[in-house]
């Protein structure tokens, strides 16, 4: 698909109504589509600057769907400025194609569109937004490598004076001896294994389950995967199973054809 980006708004189209009454209900309809796009699928319409008109994700952010016609929808962005009252906004104008002929037909392009914007932007349609911290095994897991990385996190612990060496390690000093003459190579060996994991998940599992980079989500399961390893992918491919059987729950049945 084209796009457009201009400094002012489209004209305003009356969508093709043919009277009065037609006019109106049309102008109606598309004020409820813009408010209920603006209120509850933001990051769709992010989506289409992104896809469409090559806007980068720091503008898309600030989306909002200002006009939609049977030819395309106008689609601002608000640049942040310093009183707010000065602000500009940029339009783009992302067309249907081909046009619609009703404004019925806007609910089945835009979901059409959406799905073309996630697959080409690597995303999934099911958006993740809860941490769910190990229990169980991988409780004791987490636990265990949370312990080890403090404790081979410098030479130092495993010498006479040290709290681990007092308190544990002098019951066993050739173990000590042992973990000292390793630390080097196991604490480099375990930062690049649970970080390349930790990477991995971050770009085959919260990138295309829609978790933002940095943000709380982001960092508790990238965190937790850093520490704990595939145990935490497992549990996070656990949630992402849960909300795909709700959303099969819920989705319309199709009627049986005759």
């Known amino acids: 698909m084209a796009n457009t980006s201009v400094d002012s708004p489209q004209p305003q189209n009356p969508l093709g109504a043919g009277n009065a009454q037609n006019a109106e209900q049309h102008r109606l309809r598309q004020q409820q589509i813009c408010a209920h796009m603006n209120a509850d699928h933001q990051e769709t319409l992010g989506f289409f600057l992104k896809v469409y008109c090559r806007v980068s994700a720091k ?24 009183p707010p009252a000065t602000a500009q906004k940029t ?16 609910r089945q392009q835009v979901v059409k569109m959406h799905h073309h914007c996630l697959k080409t932007l690597g995303r999934s349609d099911i958006t993740i937004t809860e941490y769910r911290p ?30 681990l060496y007092s308190l544990v390690l002098r019951h066993v000093p050739s173990f000590a001896v042992f973990c000292y003459t390793i630390q080097p190579l196991l604490i480099t060996l375990m930062v690049a294994i649970h ?16 978790i933002a980079f940095g943000s709380r989500l982001w960092l508790c399961w990238f ?11 497992q549990r996070f491919d656990a949630v992402v199973a849960e909300e795909m059987a709700k959303k099969a729950q819920h989705a319309p049945k199709k009627k049986p054809s005759n």
């Not at 194609?97 to 404004?103: Q, R, Y």
């Not at 229990?135 to 081979?152: D, E, H, K, M, S």
């Not at 965190?223 to 992918?233: L, R």
């Open 91 to 106: 339009h783009y104008f992302v067309p249907f194609e081909p046009e619609l002929s009703s404004i019925s037909e806007v």
């Open 59 to 82: 503008e898309a952010k600030s989306a909002e769907l200002e006009e939609i016609r049977l030819s395309g929808m106008t689609i601002t962005t608000t640049t942040s400025t310093c």
């Open 195 to 210: 970080l390349s994991e930790a990477l991995y998940m971050w770009v085959y599992r919260l990138k295309p389950h829609n």
């Open 134 to 163: 190990p229990t169980g095994f991988p409780a004791v897991l987490f636990t265990t490598c949370l312990l080890t990385f403090a404790a081979f996190s410098r030479r130092a612990n495993f010498q006479e004076g040290s709290s």
């Open 223 to 233: 965190v937790n995967d850093f520490i704990e390893g595939y145990t935490a992918m």
